[in-house]
């Protein structure tokens, strides 16, 4: 079997439009000062709340939950404030253009196509409403569906990957520009990865494999952007 895992944010959809970020937690911490602005543990659990496993039934439900997860009270001011944030926030999700060809292509050389996703689920409800990106998916693996996210205990989204679809890791490759969140979580469970990197940063790769003391092995190709990834994978697959 042929798989491949797509990433969405910073993948296959931009966050960020009109000079506006798509960072909610941020925005949240931001506006109701609950912590500082780099305390980075404070906003790993913000965003595990916010982008990460907290259920979305209606917008009601997720708000209140969300003010619960992250320490906001639930006054009436403050549900109204969080509700426009998640609102505006949501909206500013896009495709990057190339997003579906890629998608096509990839989709022709393999068996099956996922979406593996720490998801922020108003941003995955406006691109549902607004483009055809997950009519290219076989299947969906979203965090707040799944109640994990992907570098979750045990595997995480990862190893529910590969028991629903029922694959080999090795016949298997995801494709994220996030080094440590996509990546290095697909490669505890032995998924190669073809890694983004927009920024240049390769250097990266160095030290992420010295802190987790492991090989360059996890990284199968490194390319700049999403047009530059169909070759890699048809390697990939070549190779496998």
Not at 166 to 191: T, V
């Amino acid at each position: 079997m042929k798989v491949a895992l797509f990433d969405l944010f910073g993948t296959l959809a931009d966050a960020q439009k009109d000079g506006q970020r798509l960072d909610p937690e941020y925005a949240l911490i931001k506006e109701f000062n609950l912590a500082s602005l780099d305390d980075k543990e404070f906003y790993d659990r913000a965003e595990r709340v916010v982008c990460g496993v907290t259920p979305y039934h209606s917008e009601e439900q997720y708000v209140r939950d969300v003010m619960e997860g992250i320490g906001i009270q639930g006054m009436q001011q403050n549900i109204s404030k969080v509700t426009k944030i998640i609102r505006s926030q949501g909206e500013l999700a896009q495709l990057l253009p190339g997003a579906i060809d890629v998608l096509e292509q990839v989709g022709s050389m393999a068996d099956k196509v996922a979406l593996i996703s720490n998801a922020f689920p108003p941003a995955i409800k406006h691109l549902e409403e607004t483009t055809g990106l997950f009519n290219h998916f076989d299947h969906l693996f979203l965090s707040y569906e799944r109640g994990t996210v992907k570098q979750g205990d045990n595997g995480g989204l990862f190893s529910i990957a590969t028991n629903d679809i029922g694959f080999k890791p090795d016949e298997a490759i995801m494709i994220g520009d996030n080094l440590r969140d996509d990546i290095g979580a697909a490669y505890k469970l032995g998924i190669a990865g073809v890694w983004i990197d927009r920024k240049a940063q390769t250097d990266r790769i160095a030290r992420w494999t010295a802190d987790h003391k492991t090989s360059t092995d996890h990284v199968y190709a490194t390319v700049k952007n999403i047009f530059e990834v169909v070759d890699p994978v048809r390697r990939f697959f070549q190779k496998n």
